[in-house]
């Protein structure tokens, strides 16, 4: 009673995320090279390369699952043009597993 409370009035309220949180990734398909290393790096096989329409074609992009993620970075670290970070959005809960697997459309 004489301290603030530690609860938020969420969704009005929200928890800031710290400087080195690691949430939901984030991927700019205009730079994106269709290296897969991604893919290659990535200790959970949470990455697969798929066809991706774009301006110039069909060209081959990180789709994620979500549900495999263990938010270690390393495919942000491995990616040689920066496409690939990940964000500090931390909400992306689901009602349906489905909706965890990202396409890389998905990933804005
Ligand atoms: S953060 Fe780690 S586990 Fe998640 S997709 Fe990237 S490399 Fe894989
Ligand atoms: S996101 Fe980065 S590492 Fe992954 S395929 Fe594209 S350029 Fe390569």
Do not use: W
Request: charged letters at 30%; aromatic letters at 6%; a neutral charge.
């Amino acid at each position: 009673m004489i301290t603030k409370p530690i609860t938020l009035n969420f969704p009005e309220e929200r928890e800031v995320a710290l400087d080195n949180y690691r949430g939901i990734h984030k991927l700019d398909m205009k730079t994106c090279i269709s290296c897969g290393a991604c893919a290659r790096i990535c200790p959970n096989q949470t990455i697969e390369m798929v066809d991706t329409p774009t301006d110039k074609g069909q060209k081959k992009m990180p789709q994620i699952n979500l549900e495999r993620c263990l938010f270690c970075a390393l495919c942000e670290e491995v990616c040689p043009t920066d496409c690939l970070v990940l964000t500090k959005n931390y909400e992306f809960e689901a009602y349906d597993r489905r909706n965890f697997l990202k396409r890389p459309e998905d990933l804005k």
